[in-house]
């Protein structure tokens, strides 16, 4: 039998066998992400106002991604002053190309 409090050298245990300490810390820890999510929103929002980089039409908040002007596979970094904010369908259409190689500002059919 283990003592109560002993330290394990166990694999991760699933959520229900961790202490309290540890669920109240990783819950937070998920917490901070999403804040600091929210944040880098808001920032760009407040930079950019809250339209699209790649159409200029106006973003919702059901429609909106967070984009790296220089991805992340070439080596952009994840600061706000390589983030844009774009629709999802802006976003798919841009694909991975760079902004140089884009006809901006995309134009979509409202009525389609
Ligand atoms: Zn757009």
Redesign the pocket.
């Known amino acids: 039998m283990t003592e109560p409090g002993a330290v394990s050298n166990e694999p991760e245990k699933p959520e229900e066998e961790l202490s309290e300490e540890i669920i109240i810390k990783r819950r937070k820890r998920r917490q901070d992400r999403r804040l600091t999510q929210a944040t880098k929103v808001a920032k760009i929002k407040a930079r950019d106002g809250n339209e699209?980089y790649?159409?200029n039409?106006p973003l919702t908040e059901e429609d909106m991604t967070m984009e790296h002007l220089i991805p992340k596979s070439k080596g952009g970094s994840s600061r706000i002053d390589n983030l844009k904010l774009?629709?999802g369908?802006?976003n798919v259409l841009k694909g991975d190309r760079l902004i140089e190689e884009l006809e901006l500002p995309?134009v979509w059919d409202e009525d389609s």
């Open positions: 699209c790649l159409c039409m774009a629709h369908r802006c995309f």
